[in-house]
């Protein structure tokens, strides 16, 4: 059974940095597309960032672009989330997902997704 274990959420001022991680186990593949998306309370979940399952291409929210990073750790199979210079609009769970070959804006397009992890930005 494949599960997504994420880490590194928290309380942080704004301006500050946390950087997520999230780690596919399991039976995996060799490499995955890996997103985060993210839940503020009352809203609707939102994709934040991805990267595709050979690196070729990242996507950004504009919201996030020049503060947050997507990258993949030297193991395939193991995604972080650099995010950089929060706001408190910001603040949310976040939750990572994978994928064999969708690398779209759906949440349940991915096929495997985390528990999430709670990233609360102070002003």
């Known amino acids: 059974q494949v599960q997504l274990v994420e880490s590194g959420g928290g309380l942080v001022q704004t301006g500050g940095s946390l950087r997520l991680s999230c780690e596919v186990s399991?039976?995996?593949?060799?490499?995955?597309?890996m997103a985060w998306f993210r839940q503020a309370p009352g809203k609707d979940g939102d994709l934040v960032a991805s990267?595709?399952?050979?690196?070729?291409?990242?996507y950004y929210a504009d919201s996030v672009k020049g503060r947050f990073t997507i990258s993949r750790g030297n193991a395939k199979n193991i995604a972080f989330l650099q995010m950089n210079n929060l706001r408190p609009e910001d603040t949310a769970v976040y939750y990572c997902?994978?994928?064999?070959?969708?690398?779209?804006?759906?949440?349940?397009?991915?096929?495997?997704r985390g528990q999430g992890t709670q990233v609360t930005v102070s002003s």
């Open positions: 997902a994978a994928s064999v070959k969708y690398e779209g804006s759906n949440w349940y397009g991915y096929d495997y």
């Open positions: 399991g039976r995996t593949f060799s490499s995955y597309t």
């Open positions: 990267i595709s399952w050979n690196d070729a291409r990242t």
